[in-house]
């Protein structure tokens, strides 16, 4: 055991603890404000508290829900032994709360380019590099059309070609995301792959998705770093720079390039980045 | 014009259909100025917008010395605008050469009567987070005190201001909060990139490439992030990049 880790790992646990705590406050304010206003709108003529009731109440749902990714990433991450199984992530309690064991937080740029993922487990990291690599899937639809999409079985296949193929090799058989929408866009998707059909209703999976978006992406307690748990393709993004200088070519053409012989050779993009950052000369 | 098209033509305006994208707050605070005198019968209108204590209060008059009138009654504290904002009483129309509004607003009732107004009463703008502004309305001596219908029909313009109002607010913020993020984001893309650029170019290790990288802005008083981007897409200082 590595009491150094283990400091460190209790000391994430309270930084979401006291998340955990702030959210809750913020719900149970949102929740007074609620009630008051559900007083107010019985009077006749005063119908617009109703509709003030509602927004807080909406405001309240989504701290709650923070509240309560924040306390399974606490729990996990005070019960986690260092050295003993993987690190525990954020990523892995929002899965849980979509009713599965893979999800997949993608954030993008104002273009609809993908600037950092995170995921819960190998399988969503998996398919979620498809979707990098590839240029297509459920996130990137979900995204730029700014609404929910969901496809299981063959259909997965006709709607991404490339995408859905690969995804089946992978043995997964269903997948669901739903926009990141704010008031004035979208920042991104989350996606869920084999999620239990009992538990994984749209509307759970939209409500998990507001929570991440308004309380743990966005807004003054915001962590879009998730405790570490984003990966922002560090490895990849470096590489793509040093084929970029090699080459003479843009860095877009060079990470275009990268993407192509990872998808030709079978081989993840970490693998072709590191090569290509050892000097390898087989890209040049 | 009718005045129910008249009226639909306000509601169409104030829901900001008649803008590109979300609504802005100012445009909107005109459309309900300018469209009030005509269709609630009175002789002018000013909508005063303080949503928080902590941002200064935005005015809008259907013509300019009530606009000056509004927006000085912000700093005097005074007005029918200013209590039904701060205290949140009903709304009454006020007799400006009355006693009790003599007393209570000192600099606003002798201004308001030196402009030709007799009366004066103030609607809230009610959104969903609660009160964030006031529609003031002010009638000459000739006209009549205005009726329970024409009160309720400008409450309803000034309910449905408000949520426009906070749409409005919402989406500058979300977009402000997005655009933040997008650049942190995209900031660290581009500082790899540019460690694997620089790591090529000079046959140096990506952590020593960081190092550099990190020094010369510095020494420059330039941010990483912008150095960075200088070197990925090819003007940075030769000196950097050893060219």
């Known amino acids: 055991m590595n009491p150094q880790g283990h400091e460190e790992a209790l000391g994430l646990a309270a930084v979401a603890l006291g998340r955990a705590a702030r959210a809750l406050e913020r719900a149970e304010r949102a929740e007074a404000a609620a009630d008051h206003h559900e007083l107010l709108a019985a009077k006749p003529g005063r119908e617009f508290h109703a509709r003030i009731a509602a927004t807080h109440r909406r405001s309240a749902a989504c701290h709650r829900s923070s509240a309560s990714l924040q306390e399974a990433f606490a729990r996990r991450t005070a019960e986690w032994t260092p050295g003993q199984g993987a690190e525990p992530r954020f990523m892995t309690g929002v899965a849980e709360a979509c009713g599965t064991d893979s999800a997949a937080l993608t954030l993008v740029d104002s273009g609809r380019n993908q600037l950092a993922v995170a995921v819960s487990d190998e399988q969503s990291r998996a398919a979620q590099e498809l979707e990098y690599v590839l240029g297509e899937g459920p996130s990137r639809d979900a995204a730029s059309a700014h609404r929910p999409v969901h496809a299981s079985g063959p259909a997965i296949e006709t709607r991404w070609p490339g995408y859905g193929r690969a995804l089946a090799s992978l043995g997964i058989t269903s997948v669901a995301a739903v926009p990141l929408g704010t008031a004035a866009g979208c920042i991104g998707a989350l996606a869920v792959f084999d999620p239990r059909p009992v538990l994984a209703e749209p509307a759970d999976l939209a409500a998990v998705a ?45 990470l275009a390039l990268i993407k192509a012989r990872a998808f030709a050779g ?12 050892r000097g390898d000369p087989e890209l040049d | ?45 000013a909508v005063v917008f303080a949503p928080d204590e902590y ?39 006020a007799a400006l050469d009355g006693r009790s509004a003599r007393q209570r607003w000192p600099h606003y009732a002798p201004r308001a009567l030196g402009l030709g107004y007799a009366r004066v009463v103030a609607l809230p703008l009610r959104g969903h987070t609660g009160i964030s502004g006031a529609l003031v309305l002010f009638s000459h001596a000739r006209q009549s005190v205005l009726t329970p219908g024409t009160l309720t029909l400008g409450q309803s313009m000034a309910d449905f201001t408000a949520v426009t ?20 984001l995209s900031s660290r893309i581009v500082i790899e990139q540019a460690k694997g650029v620089l790591a090529a170019r000079l046959e140096m290790t990506v952590d020593d490439a960081f190092a550099l990288l990190r020094t010369h802005a510095r020494s420059r008083q330039r941010l990483v992030s912008v150095v960075a981007r200088e070197v990925v897409e090819g003007h940075a200082d030769p000196g950097l990049t050893g060219e």
């Open chain 2, 165 to 184: 109002l906070e749409r409005a607010r919402e989406a500058d913020r979300s977009r402000t909060l997005a655009a933040q993020l997008e650049l942190a």
């Open chain 2, 1 to 45: 014009m009718t005045p129910e098209q008249r009226l639909a033509d306000v509601f169409v305006a104030l829901a900001g259909c008649t803008t590109d994208g979300p609504p802005d707050v100012a445009g909107t605070l005109e459309v309900l100025a300018h469209g009030s005198p005509s269709l609630l019968g009175v002789g002018a209108a």
């Open chain 1, 266 to 277: 079978e081989l993840s993009l970490d693998a072709v980045s590191l090569r290509i950052l």
């Open chain 2, 55 to 93: 941002e200064a209060a935005q005015v809008a008059g259907s013509d300019p010395s009530v606009s000056r009138l509004e927006h000085d009654a912000v700093g005097w504290r005074e007005g029918p605008g200013n209590d039904c904002r701060r205290t949140r009483t009903p709304p009454t129309q």
């Open chain 1, 210 to 254: 507001e929570a991440l978006t308004r309380i743990v992406l966005l807004g003054p307690d915001a962590d879009p770093d998730l405790y570490g748990g984003t990966d922002h393709r560090a490895t990849v993004q470096q590489a793509a720079g040093m084929l970029s200088a090699r080459l003479g070519c843009p860095v877009d053409d060079a």
